[in-house]
């Protein structure tokens, strides 16, 4: 059985305390329920605070990996020991803006990251912009789990 992937994306918006706490929840509901692959594209707020939820988790859940979207790249030619990147467990890459209109390569980075998970934890307030995008593109999808915590 194929492992559950869940991505994270979120506005500009301030998250505090009880945000943080939306999101712990949400995240380890989904641990409890078998969700085990997170992917970041450390495009958003949500994506650090997410990171340290599920890196303390690791401790408990050691099965966890965490992934980076690393698009655009020849993954072959980049040494993945080093920081940034040792902290990931997997990569997803793909020479998305390549086909991409240009400044239009990060809302494109998000869609194929959504269309590669089972779920989508997002902190979204507004109506427009990247978050709301991606928010959009994931209900018009219609099997992905969403939670928004900015709605709970």
């Keep these: 059985m ?3 992937m869940c991505c994270f994306d979120g506005d500009r ?3 505090d305390e009880n945000e943080i706490e939306k999101i712990r929840k949400a995240i380890t509901e989904l641990v409890e329920n078998g969700v085990r692959k997170f ?3 450390e495009k958003s707020r949500i994506d650090n605070i997410a990171f340290s939820i599920l890196d ?3 401790k408990t859940y050691p099965d966890i990996s965490l992934g980076l979207v690393f698009p655009n ?3 072959s030619a980049v040494d993945l020991t080093g920081k940034p990147f040792c902290r990931y467990d997997f990569f997803l890459t793909d ?3 390549f086909k991409t209109e240009a400044g239009w390569e990060i809302k494109r980075w998000n869609y194929y990251m959504v269309d590669r998970s089972d779920c989508l934890v997002c902190h979204c307030t ?3 912009g990247r978050a709301a995008d991606t928010l959009k593109y994931a209900q018009s999808k219609g099997n992905i789990e969403i939670i928004n915590t900015a709605e709970m």
């Design 2 to 4: 194929k492992d559950k």
């Design 95 to 97: 020479i998305i803006s």
């Design 73 to 75: 790249c020849d993954i």
């Design 56 to 58: 303390e988790l690791k």
């Design 39 to 41: 992917c970041f594209l």
């Design 13 to 15: 918006t301030f998250i």
């Design 126 to 128: 507004a109506r427009t």
